[in-house]
């Protein structure tokens, strides 16, 4: 039997990055000299003084005349001054040296000339005016930047203009990325066109890379290597004689029987720390090795982010002596309870809305294998290990991923979940290149909710009444009597059962969800699609509880084809487009009415107007009707 790695001796966030920065307090990166223009992003070893001053003499600032303000005294419209040319008054454009003797420039527009050689001032000069004085910008011998500094192209421009034009720098810690697994396969168009069931395409290595260069390393990839600890063990030993500072091997580092990152380091050297109380990224592994820092980095995308971001940037930026980069942040409220386990420390991925004067936070899902809840994500919300959750509407500080003007901008649609929104949010960006839309998916009952609560700048909602058969108004009518509405009509949408392509269990209605050989895949209860469903269920007189699978449910209609695709279910309510987006068969049911709800007091505004705008143009309803069983014959309509 396979020996399984087990976590007895877990640290906090906290102790593990204390041990690995005593443990590897005497990796300190060599200086090398680079010419300025190379120095971008790098990370200055010594204190960097200015040579010359900027401007070296004093500049005319405007174009004009430089004269001795002295001598401008008195004039006035009354009394206006005369001043000879090349005498009291010498031409001067912008950035050249002032003539000795002159302190002072008159702009051009200022001045009546009186031939060719005199000029009329109608007001006085004061001393140094419109004048860049010698050492305005930079003094010579000034300190320009600090030691551990981080370069940025607008330093580059103060060190050539105080005279600097070589710098000293630290020199790139080199690091050894090592992807292991045998169910690995590289990034090619071969791989992707031809992938197997077990198979996964490794893209943790190019993340890493991309964040090794961002923090300031200088990254090598090696293979992939299978999980054999001899070949891992070998990559590694090539990898130190061949320079690298620091090593992270990618996957096998966590509990399976195949993971062998721990044990190769146990026997390369001493394992420093295997596992931390963080989630995403517990099973990070800490070794020292060949006098170098070894990382075994977890396989799950967003635990392999986590870990390089508390754990192996930081030593990088150690290395460098430069201070860890730091997002900027702002307090938030939850818009519902997020609980959190005790014992972890949680980094969790939320969209922020601006809804007023709230800032408000919506979790996305916490999977450490989603990469999309990050690039999804506004903020990260830390969670400290020794609480069991945020309540709702705590004040809670989030670090943010995107500028926050950025976040103004967005329009935050909270609701049911539908395709063309993504569409929407793309056409507003197009169209304006400063707007667009973040949509959250909580049912259209939910939706109204969040617009009761005033944590959402507009909803979609897609509910039947059951009475009439009408879509949304009683609902309204009903939950928001008091809220004044704008309701504007995005989309009619085809909705029935996706199955699986070519119908292989020749399911022809709902009815047939009762059958003891079909498994159903459901949406969660407040959805519209999930209304349609028990209304549907309660007219054939069909008891949910005799459905396979009712009690499952998902959350946007992509999930439900996904679980339809993947054989986990034979069926599942949704809409036309998310079938033809996977080649799956699709059976009618319904066209149904899909509305944004809009409180009157966010319709006037800026990012609003982008919106409807957005929505009544021909891109955006040529592009819906594209995706498949969309209508937009009253797409933009406001209905009440």
Known sequence: MTERNVYLRMKTLEEAREIV????????????????????????????????????????AMDGYAVCAEHTFGASEAQPKELVVGVSAFSVNTGHALPEG?????????????????????????????????GEDIVATQLLFGQGHRLTPYCIGALISGGVLEV????????????????LVEADLEAIGHLKPGQVIESNSKVLLGLCLQWGAEPKRHPIVRDDPKALREAIEKGVSDGCDLVMTVGGSSAGTEDFSKSVMTDLGEILVHGVTMMPGKPVLVAKAFDRAMFGIPGYPVSAIMAFEQLAGPLICRMLGATEPKRHRIDVEPIRKIPSK????????????????????????????????????????RIAHDVEGVSEKERVSVELLKPFEDLRNTVVVVGSHDNSLDVLADVMME?????????????SMGGITAVRRGVCHAAGIHLLDTEDGSYNRSYLQKYLPDVPLRRIHLVMRDQGLIVARGNPKRIQSIA???????????????????????????????????????????????????????????????????????????IPVVTEQYDLIVPEAFFGTAPIQAMVA??????FKSRARALGGYHTERTGEILD
């Open 342 to 381: 005790l014992g972890l420390e949680e980094f969790l991925r939320v969209k922020i809305g601006i809804i007023g004067d709230r800032r408000v936070a919506i979790s996305l899902p916490r999977g450490a294998g989603s990469i999309t809840t990050l690039t999804q994500a506004d903020a990260v919300l």
């Open 168 to 183: 000293s720098v630290r020199k790139k810690p080199r690091v050894l990325i090592v992807p292991t697994g045998s169910e």
């Open 614 to 619: 957005a929505i009544r143009s021909e891109a």
């Open 21 to 60: 920065f005593q443990a590897f307090s005497y990796l300190k990166m060599p200086a090398e000299t680079i010419p300025v223009e190379e120095a971008i992003g790098r990370v200055l070893a010594e204190a960097v003084y200015a040579k010359l001053s900027s401007p070296s003499f004093h500049a005319a």
């Open 512 to 586: 047939d969800l009762a059958r003891e050989d079909i498994t159903f895949v459901n949406r969660q209860a407040g959805s519209g699609t999930r209304i349609l469903l028990d209304f549907e269920l309660k007219r054939l007189g069909i008891s949910p509880g005799s459905i396979r699978g009712y009690e499952r449910d998902e959350f946007t209609h992509m999930a439900v084809a996904v679980a339809v695709l993947g054989n986990t279910a034979d069926a599942g309510l949704g809409i036309f487009s998310a079938a033809m987006a996977l080649d799956l068969d699709f």
């Open 102 to 134: 002159t302190n002072a420039v008159i702009m051009i527009e200022h001045v009546r000339q009186r031939g060719t050689d005199r000029i009329m001032i109608e007001a006085p000069a004061y001393p140094w005016q419109y004048v860049r004085k010698m």
């Open 431 to 443: 169209r304006t290149g400063r707007f667009t839309l973040s949509s959250s998916h909580v049912g």
